[in-house]
T-cell receptor, first 114, second 111 residues
Framework: DVKVTQSSRYLVKRTGEKVFLECVQD?????MFWYRQDPGLGLRLIYF???????EKGDIPEGYSVSREKKERFSLILESASTNQTSMYLC?????????????FGQGTRLTVV | QKEVEQDPGPLSVPEGAIVSLNCTYS??????FMWYRQYSRKGPELLMY????GNKEDGRFTAQVDKSSKYISLFIRDSQPSDSATYLC???????????FGKGTTLSVSS
């Protein structure tokens, strides 16, 4: 059973804190992604990675950074959390190659910044 | 213009109804089209996928892609209360790359 695991389901952090969201996949996928999901805005891409130590900015990277030191792990970092970063964060992984490949999602981390 | 447009609903139907969900897109390079279903407080799960144009059927679900019109659809036949969820269309130009999502349509099926 393929799996993408996010370290926390719910988090409450204070404004200005440094926040780490962890994601691990067990499918040996090359590609990993971080999205945030907000009512009325849908899923928006924050950052993605096509290989270890590689990262690319998505549509809304401001206020975030990422780390991919190992193939199976992709971390999202909020350098200084702000209330407008309160959201549902979703990690996904997807295989490369010419075949149709779906993106597998984790269960999500609901982050509240107070 | 947003790359992928999807009517957020909400859409409410009685059990047994036929449901039609749609998305339009602007990027003619998109070739991989997917529909995800997301239950409340869960991550999205793949429901259907198609490559390029055409139809694909899986049980009560049919996905259609019309690349000439830049329009994709998901049909649900004999809808059930368990189909109540948010349905997200997603697409990409190349395999393995980031999916671009619509905002999602919230569906409620009443018994």
């Amino acid at each position: 059973d393929v799996k993408v695991t996010q370290s926390s389901r719910y988090l409450v952090k204070r404004t200005g804190e440094k926040v780490f969201l962890e994601c691990v996949q067990d499918m040996d996928h090359e590609n990993m992604f971080w999205y945030r999901q907000d009512p009325g805005l849908g899923l928006r891409l924050i950052y993605f990675s096509y290989d270890v130590k590689m990262k690319e900015k998505g549509d809304i990277p401001e206020g975030y950074s990422v780390s991919r030191e190992k193939k199976e792990r992709f971390s999202l970092i909020l350098e200084s959390a702000s209330t407008n970063q309160t959201s549902m964060y979703l990690c996904a992984s997807r295989a490369s190659g010419p075949l149709i490949t779906e993106a597998f999602f984790g269960q999500g981390t609901r982050l509240t910044v107070v | 213009q947003k790359e992928v447009e999807q009517d957020p609903g909400p859409l409410s139907v009685p059990e047994g109804a036929i449901v039609s969900l749609n998305c339009t897109y602007s990027n003619s390079a998109f070739q991989y089209f997917m529909w995800y279903r997301q239950y409340s407080r869960k991550g999205p799960e793949l429901l259907m996928y198609t490559y390029s144009s055409g139809n694909k059927e899986d049980g009560r679900f049919t996905a259609q892609v019309d690349k000439s019109s830049k329009y994709i659809s998901l049909f649900i036949r004999d809808s059930q209360p368990s189909d109540s969820a948010t349905y997200l269309c997603a697409m990409s130009a190349r395999a393995g790359t980031a999916l671009i999502f619509g905002k999602g349509t919230t569906l409620s099926v009443s018994s």
